[in-house]
């Protein structure tokens, strides 16, 4: 089960980072851009996979896994959309393990056809998934999960502010996001992995550490997704109650702090991938002295 490999990832690398490939091409460096005035899709693709590629052979023997977000690659067209295939083909020819930021949902045969597409179909380890459609809308991502062993992160407490419009509803004595989280240990309870976690994982935002903290007891056996790490504004005090004694349980996704470390102090005077690099270990430690 991939989710296994995640756990044996992070025991490994002790570094339970997520580097967040969601990159825009306004991010790139200069020396990435395209050489054209006014670039076409095809320049822009070209240009982001070659930043990617760098990136990902700067952390690929410090982190387990990185995280691809299909928003920013689909913004460019079909060029753009092969670019985030691409992009998570190399991760894996890295040794790294690929996480699918897509949040997709549908019912029926739409949820399978999305499942086949990016479980089954894909390079992706893992997805993430909407389960504002229910049972309907998750099963088929579940049931190619076990025809795989890969998994997939189910929305439960999100890190934007606006979340609790809606997760902090009542939902008959308790708050949505409570009765989503308790939806997904109910379905991943029977496919469940040697180090005692689900393949079937929740995103709970780094933003939010008391609910985090009562998540990690309410799920016990769910393995978290954490953003908001960096840019939105958590630290690492903020995401260690994620964490199980192990420090298993969580992994935690930083896309702008690594993307553009080269942009800030102290790694001003690095290069890019020199600057995601020592912004990974940085945030390594950060999380380590947590833990």
């Keep these: ?9 992070i025991n490994k690398t002790r570094c339970p980072v997520c580097a967040g490939l969601d990159t825009d091409y306004s991010y790139l460096p200069n020396a990435y ?4 005035a006014t670039p076409d899709n095809k320049d822009i693709a070209r240009s982001i996979f070659r930043f990617n590629c760098d990136i ?7 982190v387990p896994a990185v995280k691809v977000q299909a928003a920013y690659y689909e913004q460019y067209g079909a060029e753009g959309f092969k670019c985030f295939l691409d992009t998570m083909e190399y991760a894996k020819k890295a040794n790294l393990l690929v996480i699918a930021d897509v949040k997709r949902n549908d019912i029926g045969a739409t949820a399978a056809a999305y499942a086949k597409a990016y479980i089954e179909k894909s390079e992706a380890d893992f997805l993430t998934v909407n389960a504002y459609l229910g049972a309907d809308g998750v099963n088929p991502f579940i049931d190619s999960c076990r025809q795989t062993g890969k998994g997939i992160f189910i929305l439960v407490k999100t ?16 708050k949505l996001y ?31 550490a008391a609910q985090a903290r009562e998540l990690r007891l309410r799920m016990p056996n769910t393995f978290f997704l954490v953003p908001g790490y960096g840019a939105q504004g958590a630290g690492a005090r903020d995401i260690a109650v994620n964490f199980d ?6 992994v935690v996704n930083n896309s702008r702090g690594i ?27 950060d999380i380590l002295s947590a833990l």
């Design 1 to 9: 089960m991939k989710i296994d490999a995640l756990c044996e990832a």
């Design 33 to 36: 851009r395209s050489a054209a």
């Design 56 to 62: 990902i052979e700067a952390v690929a023997d410090i």
């Design 159 to 174: 890190s934007n502010q606006s979340g609790v419009e809606f997760q902090d509803m009542d939902a008959g004595g308790k």
């Design 178 to 208: 409570e009765a989503v989280a308790d939806k997904v240990s109910l379905w991943g309870g029977g496919y469940m992995g040697r180090f005692g976690y689900s393949g079937v994982g929740a995103v709970v935002g780094a933003t939010y």
């Design 245 to 250: 004694d192990r420090g298993l349980g969580a």
């Design 259 to 285: 993307l553009l470390a080269y942009k800030k102090e102290p790694y001003a005077h690095l290069s890019a991938p020199r600057a995601a690099r020592a912004a990974a270990l940085a945030m390594k430690q």
